[in-house]
């Protein structure tokens, strides 16, 4: 008893679970009101969003002779270019000149593109190095596309970042539009306002800005490519040139995990991986269940080789269709019923060679009920529910009559899109994962 009080109140009232009451930006239920003023030229460039996939690969983007270029953000997974644009933001009473506005998103954004509500970055500081929104650089607006409870993303945060996985802090906004001659200070609606990973970001979970952050994109496990970085900068994608250390170390790991011989495996696979951070990782992505992930699609993930430890560690992203939200990977009830004993997903070359180790097994399980009892209780999730849906119910209303009054709606292809996704209703499908997370916990002659 006295272990699990420790365990509890260590966890409850660690950094990461406090961090994010003590931020002036980042809180459960706190609602910023951003407004943006944008002139009628630059909004008109934001919409020039190009690209895409069909099935002859990536559209190329063109520039037409005489045009001038625009500057655009590519996106790996879907191949979207984003053009930049120069906004005002209005936010506490303080006027942000020049940011750098655009939109974001893989299917997310598909699911919205003929609408004005679609995810937003807001870089405080493209234009100018020095500005910041309190000491945040980047803010990144998640719509809420195809989760009309708008709690997932931040709902799925919250447990990562209780169960002792670094995650982003997560906040709303509620955002307002100035064009001249086309929008006076509109309702574009609620966002998820969710917390960059940059280096503020390590800063505040490894004490460090060194060290290399990567997302990777389309690569489900860790591939070996060869001892050449050149080819792996596609598929591990660094936010900077690594040092020779550095692409070594990923190397080295990513051959570790592909050739080495099972005996030579189990002695270095702690050198090289957090093993602990990483059985959180995967032990909260299988809980919620997160079927959008490293584990299953290859994506919406961050890896961070901590020049501290010389280790490697998994940090989530996109979370908006967590809680059984992508139907791609089962039923609602099969999500509800997914097992436990270890990671979702098919096979994957990390995985089956970690949990081949007796040792890493019971440690995997050890964590999953620790994280069941606590971050993933009932209890805390339909409470933290609860807060947010208080919070946001008059939000929502509001900008339902906005949309309405303006007749923004998606076209029938995005409307199919996003029908696709259907996902659960929130508080009967956390009741029902937690009772059967709760029954697969249940010691086998308990069972009988």
Same mark, same amino acid.
């Given at each position: ?121 807001? #870089?405080?500081?493209?234009? +100018?190095?020095?500005? %910041? *929104?309190?000491? $945040?650089? /980047?803010?990144?607006? =998640? ?127 702690? #050198?090289?991986?957090?093993? +602990?951070?990483?059985? %959180? *990782?995967?032990? $909260?992505? /299988?809980?919620?269940? =997160? ?137 009967? *499908?956390?009741?029902?994962? /937690? ?14």
């Amino acid at each position: 008893m006295r272990y699990l009080f420790v365990l509890m109140f260590g966890l409850a009232f660690s950094p990461t679970a406090l961090a994010q009451e003590k931020s002036p930006v980042f809180g459960l239920t706190k609602i910023h009101e951003f407004h943006l003023e944008i002139s009628a030229q630059e909004w008109a460039q934001m919409q020039k969003v190009e690209g895409g996939f069909t099935i002859f690969g990536p559209k190329k983007i063109v520039v037409k002779p005489g045009e001038e270029a625009i500057e655009r953000h590519m996106t790996a997974g879907f191949g979207l270019a984003f053009p930049w644009a120069k906004a005002d933001l209005h936010a506490e009473g303080k006027v942000y000149k020049n940011v750098g506005v655009r939109y974001k998103g893989n299917g997310s954004y598909v699911s919205t593109d003929k609408m004005l509500k679609r995810n937003l970055k807001i #870089e405080v500081d493209h234009y +100018d190095d020095e500005q %910041r *929104f309190h000491n $945040v650089k /980047t803010i990144t607006l =998640n719509a809420g596309a195809v989760d009309a409870s708008r709690t997932r993303e931040a709902l799925a945060y919250g447990v990562f970042r209780v169960a002792g996985v670094p995650a982003p802090r997560t906040a709303f906004a509620k955002i307002t539009l100035t064009v001249p001659g086309k929008y006076d200070k509109e309702l574009v609606g609620v966002y998820t306002f969710v917390e960059h990973v940059d280096k503020g970001f390590l800063k505040d979970h490894f004490k460090t800005t060194k060290g290399l952050l990567m997302k990777p994109e389309r690569m489900r496990g860790i591939e070996y490519l060869g001892d050449d970085w050149a080819k792996y900068k596609d598929r591990y994608r660094p936010k900077h040139e690594p040092t020779r250390a550095e692409s070594e170390r990923v190397i080295a790991f990513a051959r570790l995990v592909n050739k080495a011989d099972d005996e030579t495996f189990k002695k270095q696979i702690g #050198e090289y991986l957090d093993l +602990d951070a990483f059985l %959180r *990782f995967a032990a $909260v992505n /299988t809980l919620l269940p =997160n079927t959008d992930c490293f584990f299953t699609t290859g994506h919406n993930y961050f890896i961070y080789l901590n020049p501290k430890t010389n280790k490697l560690v998994f940090m989530p992203w996109d979370l908006d269709i967590s809680f059984a939200g992508f139907p791609a990977m089962g039923s609602v009830d099969q999500q509800v019923a997914l097992v436990i004993q270890r990671p979702l997903g098919g096979r994957i070359k990390l995985v089956d060679r970690l949990f081949a180790l007796p040792e890493v097994q019971e440690k995997y399980l050890k964590v999953v009920k620790e994280i069941a009892g606590l971050a993933f209780s009932r209890q805390r999730l339909l409470k933290e529910l609860d807060a947010m849906q208080a919070a946001l119910r008059q939000h929502l209303a509001l900008e339902k009559e906005a949309m309405e009054a303006r007749k923004d709606k998606r076209d029938a292809a995005s409307e199919a899109f996003a029908n696709w996704f259907a996902p659960a209703e929130m508080r009967s *499908f956390i009741e029902r994962r /937690t009772a059967a997370v709760a029954k697969q916990l249940e010691p086998s002659d308990e069972k009988k």
